[in-house]
């Protein structure tokens, strides 16, 4: 029997959409306007990758799903914090996300700034909160300090430094691999990485799903650039070829879509080879890659 | 014989930056554009007033330095980061920040806002090695806890949203306080209260130390609104009257000098007495409540 995955993302999406709605300060709560900004960006229709990504992390070295569930959401918080500053019109100018107007058109620069500040803040409340409750002394520190760094100017930060700085630009593969490894890979490695070690997996165990996280990140962002190129503003929620207009580097201007799409597919298949050692409970993770793969949004 | 509140500035003071330089990644390595941009703001000359506080909390109950100096760089990179993105054109829209242009007019909109976002990273990756190697598993979490919820919309953040929403309005002096305990206060009462629990201080000690952080710290702001009446760009490093010209709510328009200077020497008489209990240790605290009502920048 083939693995459920349509069932698996909606169960768990369903548990973290709830734990979304119940760590963000409600709409109501003074001072209002951030929440409400940090609420309409947050829970706006998102496949919730990142979190279902920490879930699978820790289920696949037997554990289950409430007891990542915090840091899940902070996966998702710092995710939700980076579109909101990314969309500002000082970095990418975009006005829509996700099929709606992006934070700064509602809400004016100033919130939508404020409002990336705050969420990114709350994550770190919610990691350290989670991390005592699930896990040993060490790993509190060790797990905040791996999301920070994922988060940080040698992870998603970085890359989205160096990705501004090289739009209209000629750029290398290998520099075209540091952007995407950094703006993207390396929270959905981090992800996966802290679901397991949150539980108490072993550092073998943690190794090889870190290395499959890593994986697949890289595969994520070449099928986001594939799909810039050949998707339509409803299954993306963004305007086609954003990025072309922009300038920005992607793998298909670099490589050509056939290439690109023969190095998604070579990833995903690195991705579920480094997972075997895990076994079945990584099942969910083998899914999620072959999702990632096929996706059309 | 008389606590030498100079010398112990002094000495703090230089641990501190001979921290700061070793914690902020080096402006040579990739990417380097957001790396200058963190290392400018954040070791432009500056009092260390909150990184010496939470020295200050160890040291009054009697740890030392060294133990508190990861989490004292924190507060500090904190500090830096809500400066950088409170002075963006979307925001206070100021060109001049202790004497030096503010970061976006040297580095970009673009570059300061991630700036801020990698130094609000760097500081909990910080604040969870040091209350790692300093502390017990449950303090971990705590400290990470707190000085996330003195950054976030209930502290820092929730501050500088009133404040951004009452420009132009007339307030309540309860308004006022809002903002001021929450853009200021919260900070400053946090940098006290993890100095003291990171090295183990008793709850009562704790305590203790939080409300004389809070009164400080509202005595600080106040402190600071007077000054930008009454002070000159050489002392302040900005220019004297722009609160005024921002229509900023501030204590001097709401209640008048007098009863400012008034009200800021009470807090600061408030501080020393709940000091009491802690004895010699807190001298320096007392000296440095001092030396914020006195102060002349």
């Known amino acids: ?26 709409e109501t709560t003074a001072p209002t306007t951030v929440h409400q900004a940090m609420r309409y960006s947050v829970l706006a229709p998102g496949k919730r990758l990142r979190p279902i990504l920490v879930i699978a ?4 070295v037997g554990a289950c799903a409430d007891t990542v569930l915090d840091t899940a959401c902070a996966l998702e918080l710092i995710h939700a914090y980076s579109l909101i500053h990314d969309d500002l019109p000082a970095m990418d ?17 100033a919130m939508a700034i404020l409002a990336g500040d705050a969420l990114l803040t709350l994550a770190f409340r919610l990691v350290a909160a989670n991390a ?12 905040v300090g791996e999301i920070a760094d994922a988060a940080g100017t040698d992870g998603m930060v970085g890359g989205q430094v160096v990705d501004i700085e090289s739009e209209g630009k000629a750029i290398s593969a290998e520099m075209l691999d ?34 499959a996280g890593q994986s697949l990140g890289l595969a994520f962002q070449i099928v986001d650039d594939i799909l810039d190129v050949e998707g339509s503003l409803a299954e ?62």
């Open 1 to 26: 029997m083939s693995f459920d995955l349509k069932a698996y993302m909606d169960t768990r999406k369903a548990l973290v959409d709830a734990a979304l709605d119940r760590v963000l300060p409600p």
């Open 57 to 60: 992390g820790a289920e696949a």
């Open 93 to 109: 100018d975009d006005d829509y996300r996700r099929g709606r107007l992006t934070n700064h058109k509602v809400f004016g620069e």
């Open 132 to 143: 005592a409750a699930a896990a040993e002394p060490a790993v509190v520190a060790r797990v």
């Open 178 to 211: 540091y952007i995407h490894l950094r703006k993207t890979a390396a929270l959905i490695r981090a992800s996966l990485r802290v679901g397991a070690l949150l539980v108490g997996g072993s550092p073998a165990q943690v190794e090889a799903i870190s290395r």
């Open 236 to 297: 993306l929620g963004k305007s086609a070829g954003s990025d072309e207009r922009k300038q920005k580097a992607t793998y298909p201007a670099l490589h050509g879509l056939p290439t690109s799409k023969r190095r998604a597919r070579e990833l995903i298949d690195d991705t579920k080879r480094m997972l075997e050692p895990l076994g079945p409970p990584a099942e969910p993770i083998r899914a999620l890659a072959d999702y990632v793969l096929e996706r059309r949004s």
